[in-house]
């Protein structure tokens, strides 16, 4: 596993305690947000359990991505609390929750979170050159992430010269090669056809559990949505917890880890 592997010779991923035995890894409780005269989240609650992977669906507009956004310390709210672990986020300044987000968390978005000029495994490699790890051992962790993922032999590609999927590949590889709580992903599959989102799916998920990091990820897509142990509907800002505790669907629970049978 390039999370073993890598381990053991590295500095502690998480410098903060991650809360109380039992307690959620991720909480959020009466969350607003606002935007001029529209209330994007009207008081929101919702609780992420470790290793949990969470579907968030719901309309466009409902508030999915505002949601996302300050579960993760993007935005904050205007009142309500966020908790990761045992660190409440609303208390942070600004560049705490940017050490928070580099060191805590991982993200796949659906475009443009890999720099253009740099081959696949330097951008693999930022996130943990930015933590202070040496290059030889950054890249040595990329190159492992990216053979797990499937994409040994090609490291040395840049992002244009990789198909759609195959980026999106580098981009679960990036958010994870950190060793993240908890990965944020929306529409991750939102530019992919069909299979190719499955791949990346199954990428997504087989690396999240691999890592032990729980998951929430914002789609439309019933398929998609598939893959994840749980789903919340978001609709006018509200949240709805659908089906707490329903057991993986299909495709999760074929989904295999990097590092295992490829
Ligand atoms: N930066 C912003 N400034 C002003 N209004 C915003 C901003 N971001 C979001 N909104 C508004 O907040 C509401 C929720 O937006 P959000 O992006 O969270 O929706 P969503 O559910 O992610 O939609 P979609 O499925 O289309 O991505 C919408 O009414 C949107 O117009
Ligand atoms: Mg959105």
């Not at 942070?92 to 928070?100: A, V």
């Not at 805590?104 to 951008?123: I, K, M, Y």
């Not at 040595?140 to 590609?157: I, V, Y």
Request: charged residues 20%.
């Amino acid at each position: 596993m390039p999370r073993t592997a890598a381990g053991h010779s590295s500095p502690a991923p998480h410098p903060t305690p991650g809360g109380p035995p039992g307690s959620p890894r991720l909480s959020a409780r009466g969350v607003v947000k606002r935007f001029g005269a529209t209330t994007a989240l009207a008081g929101v609650d919702v609780d992420v359990a470790a290793g949990e992977t969470v579907a968030v669906m719901g309309p466009s507009g409902s508030g999915k991505s505002t949601l996302l956004h300050c579960l993760a310390g993007i935005l904050a709210p205007d009142a309500g609390t966020v908790r990761l672990g045992g660190t409440d986020i609303g208390t942070l300044n600004e560049r705490d929750r940017s050490l928070l987000r580099r060191r805590r968390l991982g993200f796949v978005f659906q475009f443009g979170q890999l720099l253009g000029e740099l081959p696949a495994v330097e951008n693999v490699a930022l996130p943990l050159m930015l933590q202070g790890v040496a290059r030889p051992e950054a890249t040595r962790r990329a190159a492992e992430w990216l053979a797990a993922l499937g994409l040994a032999g090609k490291e040395g590609r840049r992002p244009g010269e990789l198909s759609g999927g195959e980026a999106q590949r580098v981009a679960v590889a990036r958010a994870l090669v950190t060793g993240p709580e908890v990965v944020f992903a929306d529409e991750p599959t939102g530019a992919l056809d069909q299979s190719t989102g499955a791949d990346v799916m199954r990428a997504l998920t087989g690396a999240t559990a691999a890592a032990g990091a729980s998951l929430v990820l914002v789609t439309h897509d019933e398929q998609v949505a598939a893959w994840c142990s749980r789903r919340i509907h978001v609709r006018d800002g509200h949240v709805t917890d659908a089906a707490p505790g329903q057991p993986a669907a299909g495709p999760a629970s074929g989904a295999s880890a990097p590092g295992g049978a490829r």
